[in-house]
């Protein structure tokens, strides 16, 4: 499996982007899919997941009410569309694939990884 993580950039505050991940792979349909971030001197922590048939969704409570994760099994494809972007979520995202067991924020539950994708959101 890889995953390829595109959509970052450089955005004002108040501002929104689309982060796009592209898996190969067969497994895709079948496996969770998430979202992480990490901020520059801080640990990854979790932003969004999305359950194999899009039935439920998953949201960190500093991205609640911003963020929306989606996905296209058709296209082996999963979305963040960030809006109300923040200062505090400059960060580098990295798309994730999730093994069959654990939770969905905890990222060592996660077994294929993108390579991240650096979103800048300035003041």
């Known amino acids: 499996v890889q995953l390829q993580a595109s959509g970052g950039g450089l955005v004002q505050a108040r501002g929104y982007l689309r982060l796009s991940c592209a898996a190969s792979g067969r497994t895709f349909s079948s496996r969770v899919m998430g979202w992480f971030r990490q901020i520059q001197g801080k640990e990854r922590e979790f932003v969004a997941a999305?359950?194999?048939?899009?039935?439920?969704?998953y949201y960190g409570d500093s991205v609640k009410g911003r963020f929306t994760i989606s996905r296209d099994n058709a296209k082996n494809t999963v979305l963040l569309q960030m809006n109300s972007l923040k200062p505090e979520d400059t960060a580098v995202y990295y798309c994730?694939?999730?093994?069959?067991?654990?939770?969905?924020?905890?990222?060592?539950?996660?077994?294929?990884w993108g390579q991240g994708t650096l979103v800048t959101v300035s003041s």
């Open positions: 999305i359950s194999r048939n899009s039935v439920s969704t």
């Open positions: 994730a694939q999730k093994g069959y067991s654990g939770t969905y924020y905890d990222e060592a539950r996660y077994d294929f």
